[in-house]
């Protein structure tokens, strides 16, 4: 009975570990849509661009801390063209105009990554083990990897910086004020050329960590896009607009998806664990749209 | 830099044309000045061309594929053609979009706060900034930690006026901000736009339909039809004027019609006077 209680424990920290992942990649949504209002549908090529790219580097030799700046440094020259080339020339149009266009620009990002750096599958050594600690093994029976820990307090951080970003700085204010309605916000002068290379390249800078972390376990791969796309589920349990939505979306896919897999997973001969997460999304849709923590929608009139 | 600027008008607008996706005339020919300090109206009905003159100004129009086609706008001594919306708050010029257009999901405090972005302040002088604007608009420290979104038409526009005004703009054009409020906080509001004018020395344009309550507020009116200025003149010649009286304020034997008739017609009669 004991060990039953146990393993059952072991299979919920382990989604809530893996839970954090999502929510990395969900955090790199959450910027774009706070600034936006779009869901940036080229956020999963940006995480495999980034992670692809920052291998690549180390394969041309750059020790890894030069190759992860020289990486955040082509992020953000990834945001900059971004934001002239494709947010400003539609900054007018529709918010589903804009939607498309990150379809598009996920297209060109997994292209150029793949012409740029191959398509075989790399693997991601970042120096931290993904086996179980034996001594929290011993203690508590549970097993955990250095890395599982490593995506937690690394996921921590990013979300506490980026909420500090949102709420106590003045850049943060212009963000969300650009997020809630871009003309009046240019009227009052807030740049928004300013705003939107920000946030372009802190979504890179996102999507770089995630794709770090979500590499070094499963290889640097072109199913890493895909991957990506578990933020939906997470962003719509979260609420698109909330940081903490994105943690707490993460969390709860992560560790639902893994203890319906084992419990449930049998009886629907496995495998479950791949769309689960899109049933508990429909369900909170259709009780909660706006999510978890997502702002209640304003119309204005 | 810009030259010295020893005109007596903060503004001159000088025969401008306006044109929409580059074909749709929104204004034809619009003149007008506004003399340093003075809260000057422009009238007019639905789809007269208010907004988009004030626009134009603001250089708010780009964003929303338009373009000053001819003639020229002066403000502060300075040619706005070659200027975006975040050089001319800048340059202390600033619009209050037709609608309010607050920031929803903010509160009241951070979308008054959000006005001062373009100025470099300590936390200490926005906190004595805000304050001051609270002097002007009491109701607003009320509600200072309400979702914009939630508060009333009324409070929105307070919110905008204050949003604009902590930008400590040397002028302030105005759009609409009667539009759907109740008679009394209409007038509210109109005292608070006059009291800052006096104060802070803010020179005013503000465009509206509610002529009444417009002109006993301003200095200089000009009533504008079909992007074209039709009259002008001070706002108390205005509100004694027959034509006026009886398009605006009054009901014509024929009900309401063009303003440009009632001018014809009374020219008309002039005519057959002589
Ligand atoms: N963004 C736009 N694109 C195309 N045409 C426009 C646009 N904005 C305004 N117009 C047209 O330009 C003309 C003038 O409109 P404008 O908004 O300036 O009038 P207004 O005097 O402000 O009217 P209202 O009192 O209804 O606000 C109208 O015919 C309108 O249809
Ligand atoms: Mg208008």
């Given at each position: 009975m004991g060990s039953e209680i146990l393993f059952f424990f072991e299979v919920v920290v382990g989604g809530l570990l893996a839970g954090t992942m999502y929510s990395l990649v969900a955090l790199g949504f959450v910027l774009i849509y706070k600034a936006s209002a779009t869901f940036n549908f080229a956020q999963g090529a940006m995480v495999f661009f980034a992670v692809l790219s920052f291998v690549g580097f180390m394969e041309l030799g750059l020790p890894f801390f030069l190759a992860f700046i020289v990486t955040i440094g082509l992020m953000v020259i990834v945001g900059l063209s971004t934001e002239r080339l494709v947010i400003r020339p539609l900054m007018n149009q529709s918010e589903d105009t804009l939607l498309m266009a990150t379809i598009g620009l996920g297209y060109v990002l997994e292209g150029l990554a793949q012409a740029a750096w191959g398509v075989e599958v790399r693997r991601l050594d970042l120096g931290i083990p993904d086996f179980p600690i034996m001594f929290i093994a011993d203690a508590i029976g549970i097993f955990i990897?250095?890395?599982?820990?490593?995506?937690?307090?690394?996921?921590?951080?990013?979300?506490?910086?980026?909420?500090?970003?949102?709420?106590?700085?003045?850049?943060?204010?212009?963000?969300?004020?650009?997020?809630?309605?871009?003309?009046?916000?240019?009227?009052?002068?807030?740049?928004?050329?300013?705003?939107?290379?920000?946030?372009?390249?802190?979504?890179g800078v996102v999507a770089l960590v995630a794709g770090c972390l979500w590499g070094a376990r499963a290889g640097v791969q072109f199913a890493l896009v895909d991957l990506a796309l578990k933020a939906l589920p997470v962003l719509i349990i979260g609420g698109f607009s909330s940081i903490p939505g994105a943690i707490v979306g993460g969390l709860i896919i992560g560790s639902t998806e893994k203890v319906l897999e084992v419990y449930i997973g049998p009886f629907f001969g496995g495998a479950i664990e791949g769309w689960a997460p899109y049933v508990l999304a429909v369900f909170f849709l259709l009780k909660r749209p706006e999510g978890l923590f997502g702002e209640k929608i304003i119309r204005r009139v | 830099m810009s030259e010295q600027?020893?005109?007596?008008?903060?503004?001159?607008?000088?025969?401008?044309?306006?044109?929409?996706?580059?074909?749709?005339?929104?204004?034809?020919?619009?003149?007008?000045?506004?003399p340093k300090g003075s809260i000057v109206a422009l009238l007019g009905g639905?789809?007269?061309?208010?907004?988009?003159?004030?626009?134009?100004?603001?250089?708010?129009?780009?964003?929303?594929?338009?373009?000053?086609?001819?003639?020229?706008?002066?403000?502060?001594?300075?040619?706005?053609?070659?200027?975006?919306?975040?050089?001319?708050?800048?340059?202390?010029?600033?619009?209050?979009?037709?609608?309010?257009?607050?920031?929803?999901?903010?509160?009241?405090?951070?979308?008054?706060?959000s006005g001062a972005y373009t100025r470099k302040l300590s936390k200490s002088e926005i906190k004595s900034e805000l304050e001051r604007m609270y002097a002007y608009f009491p109701r607003l420290k009320e509600r200072r930690k309400s979702q914009a979104g939630f508060t009333s038409g009324g409070e929105q526009q307070m919110i905008a006026v204050a949003r604009a005004m902590m930008a400590k703009p040397k002028m302030l054009l105005l759009d609409e901000p009667s539009m759907g409020l109740a008679p009394q906080l209409v007038e509210e509001i109109f005292n608070i736009v006059k009291e800052l004018n006096e104060k802070e020395g803010v020179s005013i344009l503000l465009a509206e339909q509610n002529t009444n309550i417009a002109l006993r507020n301003s200095d200089y009116g000009y009533i504008i039809e079909t992007g074209q200025v039709m009259l002008d003149g001070s706002a108390k010649s205005l509100l004694n004027d027959d034509k006026v009286k009886e398009f605006y304020l009054g009901i014509s034997s024929e009900g309401r019609k063009n303003f440009r008739d009632v001018l014809k017609e009374s020219k008309k009669n002039k005519g057959l006077a002589t």
């Open positions: 990897s250095a890395l599982d820990l490593t995506a937690g307090a690394v996921a921590a951080f990013m979300v506490i910086s980026l909420a500090v970003l949102f709420t106590q700085t003045k850049i943060g204010l212009g963000l969300r004020a650009v997020a809630d309605d871009p003309g009046a916000a240019s009227s009052i002068g807030i740049p928004l050329k300013h705003i939107m290379l920000l946030v372009w390249s802190a979504a | 600027n020893n005109s007596e008008n903060i503004l001159e607008i000088k025969n401008i044309e306006v044109v929409y996706d580059d074909v749709i005339l929104a204004v034809s020919d619009v003149s007008l000045d506004v639905n789809g007269a061309g208010k907004s988009t003159t004030l626009k134009s100004v603001s250089t708010m129009l780009a964003s929303e594929r338009g373009k000053v086609t001819k003639g020229s706008i002066t403000y502060d001594g300075e040619r706005v053609e070659k200027l975006n919306p975040s050089d001319m708050v800048n340059l202390g010029l600033v619009q209050v979009l037709e609608g309010r257009r607050c920031f929803g999901h903010l509160t009241v405090e951070e979308n008054v706060i």
